[in-house]
């Protein structure tokens, strides 16, 4: 019982984490397609930048993903 | 929830048979899981018991991703040899060398240049291209059947981290003098009662940018193989055929997505790197 609260913890931990990141990646999503539909020339610009964003969020997520894996994997 | 699973388990165990491979050391899927999740660790090839100094926690022996590291080093320097020692002139020049042309402009152009400006940017570039394509042909060694992922190690990842810290500090005071870049990390209008408590977020924000730099490295690499992993991992759970199709499709979407994500952690890891250097050698007023 003991070593099962921290797989529970890591599930726990995932799950969260994935909620934050997909609401504000899906928020940048929403704002770089708005931007492009009013602005088509800018596309590019709109582009790159939404990657660059895209990839800092998730590496905020990932942060928390490796503590879930030190959670379930490390006795 | 154990309850279930063992139920699960012992309905189809007259399958047993066809795990043959991991019969024996426990049918339970923690024990299949933690077996099928050790192909992401490391393994020594060549073990060497000699430590420098008597330090026994340097541990110097040649391990499979020792050997992935220098597969990549001897393959950017193969691939892009000829590339390098060509002149600057207009024209073709035939397939191969037009394939890698590209992505060193891409660096160049579209990276380096707009954000550090020509002449600093000429001086940095070496560093920033390496970075890049060490990191992308590291990344994608591991896509790559019997071959492992250097970036999926911490220490790895690391290693890179550190060369942008180093690059970061160590420019910057020659850039801007030895004093005068400490100096320059605070803002200078601001009442002097707050400096004693900038200054040290400022110096402990150069270090938690580059230790984002590395996990952000090592955690999308290594998370790509684990989902890899726990996709085939339920075809043993299971011990069914019937979990095979499905399970083997959604492993492949997730191994094209890792492709993707080889490319883009590259450039994330060199354009953010840009930036930092950027704003080390640049005093911004």
Known sequence: ???????FAAGIGASLTVIGAGYGISRLAESALEGMARQPEASGDIRTAMIIAAALIEGIAFFSLVICL???FIK | MTNLLSATTASAAN???EAGEHAGGGNDAGAIMQRLIEHVYDHPVITIDWHPFGWEWL??????????IWIAAALIFL???????????????GRYLNFLEPFVLYVRNQMVYPIMGDKMGRKYLPLFLTQFFFILFCNLLGLVP??????ANVAVCATFAFTTLFTIIVMGMVEQGSFAYWKNLVPSGIPWPIIPILFPIEVIGIVIKCFALTIRLFANMTAGHIVILSFLGLIFIFHTYFVAPPAIAFALCIYMLELFVAFLQAFIF????IIFVNMAVHPEH
């Open chain 2, 15 to 17: 399958a047993a048979a």
């Open chain 1, 1 to 7: 019982m003991e070593g099962m609260i921290a797989h």
């Open chain 2, 79 to 93: 691939l892009f040899r000829a590339l390098a020692s060509q002149q600057i002139k207009k024209g073709t020049r």
């Open chain 1, 70 to 72: 030190l959670l379930s």
């Open chain 2, 59 to 68: 541990d110097l022996s040649i391990t499979k991703l020792t050997l992935m």
């Open chain 2, 146 to 151: 019997f071959m492992a992922t250097p970036t």
């Open chain 2, 270 to 273: 060199t354009l953010l790197s």
